[in-house]
């Protein structure tokens, strides 16, 4: 089975650390995951992991598990889940959270399973990982189909207890506001008040999934039905194609050593590298891909709040390739340029997408930083003038407002920075222009104090800004400086109107 067969290899390799202490259930799960469901497709990964939120410190477990055939959110592709187990488990649950772009009115914004879910359906020091997995499973299983389960009176009062003005409000005010109040309560009205609660929060939140589940089979149809309709299938195969990678990249990940990866980059400015990456056919393949996929009376999912044109190639079937191309080939680039923005840890999932620029659509974007660990930006196109990418510095540096490198596109050749690195597109003057941006990320160092750190700090910035680096969207004091540099600089800044 390769899921047991990866298992022990992650299990022999942490015990291979010396000195590093391994919580018991490391090994139960060895011959535990024998009898794991058989919607549990893989495990990938186990680690330690530090930090505060979203699920906390522990040990995480990543599985990758397949939705029901009756749910909407029903893919071709499995959903990564990760698991935070506590030092105290399995006395306490473990926290989880979903790596992909998944939505549920049982999920919290960025994919954590809500704990009361796991609550319901936890029994201290009987449950296993794989019934706090089977949760997770419900959560993204058909829409009459309550997470929770059956419910005990004792489970619903702990709910209560955390929730009272949640609850008040959902259910009319059926509960007592004091808790002295409701321990005075009879026993059967107390189950019966406890029902109707229940009952109340599960139309609640079916309300809300018809919602967003239809959204999200819309999505994953459209994965399904493009990569059968469209005229190259081969960008829809099995397997990432070495041929589609410049023969300079690829024959550095080949050698696979740092001096062979350093000789084939060109450090822009500090931090930022470009490197002949993709093969001019292969941009030719994906350009013609997405044009025609523009054609289509398919839904359009357009990549973030600021590009207006352009699409999540995600949606559209092209998800498990990214995945393939930065397992095997971008990961070795991560691990030697950025490790010390993702404190070592690999990145793990992606969203990526294309962006579109043309004279009657989209002509440049504001200064802004991505939601990102690492980021790759590649053209697929030429035939534009203007539309470079300008750099300024480092979210939360004194210079993160000064311009230090104004960047052009060639077609095929990437370029790569940390997510925390300021930048912009220029305005285009003629043409189009067409990029994959892939935004790469890393669930065990979003979950580290590093990371929380990294944004709790405030922005400091004693130079005088560029004009050029100011955000119309991200910078509060955006117009003061306009006014105290004068309307004489505004040509020095990004088309952001």
Known sequence: IPTMERLDTLVCDLHSVPNEPHPAWVSVLQPALAAAPSFVKEVRHIDRIGGQRPIGPGWMLQVDMEASDDSPYARPLPYPLELVFPQDFPLVCPSMRFCCGVRSAFLEDDGVVDPDVLGFVWTAGESTAWDAVAAARRVIGPLNVQPWGAVNVDKAMEFWRHHRRDCACEAGRLLPCDFAEWEAMQPELKADTLQRLLDRL???????????????????????????????????????????????????????????????????????????????????????????????????????????????????????????????????????????????????????????????????????????????????????????????GLFGAQDRRQLNKEYRHCKGRAVIHAGIHTHGADELQTGERMNLIVWMKSSCYRHSDAYHERYAKPTLSEFEPQLRCLSRTHDRDFEYWVGKLGADHHEGMLGQA
């Open 202 to 392: 599960r139309e609640h939140n079916h309300r809300m999934a018809r919602g967003i589940s239809t959204q999200a089979s819309v999505m994953v149809e459209t994965s399904v039905l493009w990569p059968k309709r469209t005229k190259n299938r081969a960008l829809y195969g099995p397997a990432w194609e070495r041929d589609w990678l410049a023969s300079s990249f690829l024959a550095a990940v080949d050698d696979d050593s740092p001096e062979a990866l350093r000789a084939i980059l060109t450090e822009e400015t500090p931090g930022v590298y470009s490197f002949d990456m993709l093969a001019p056919e292969f941009c030719d393949m994906l350009f013609a891909d997405i044009a025609a996929y523009e054609e289509t009376d398919l839904p359009k999912p357009r990549p973030n709040s600021m590009n207006n044109y352009g699409c999540i190639v995600n949606h559209i079937g092209l998800e498990p390739q990214i995945t393939r191309l930065i397992d095997a080939y971008l990961q070795p680039l991560v691990s030697l340029l950025f490790s010390q923005t993702t404190s070592g840890y690999p990145v793990d999932h992606h969203h990526s997408f294309v962006v579109q620029y043309a004279e009657n659509q989209d002509r440049s974007l504001d200064m802004h930083t991505d939601d990102s660990e690492v980021t790759v930006n590649v053209a697929l196109n030429e035939g534009y003038t203007g539309s470079g990418l300008s750099f300024c």
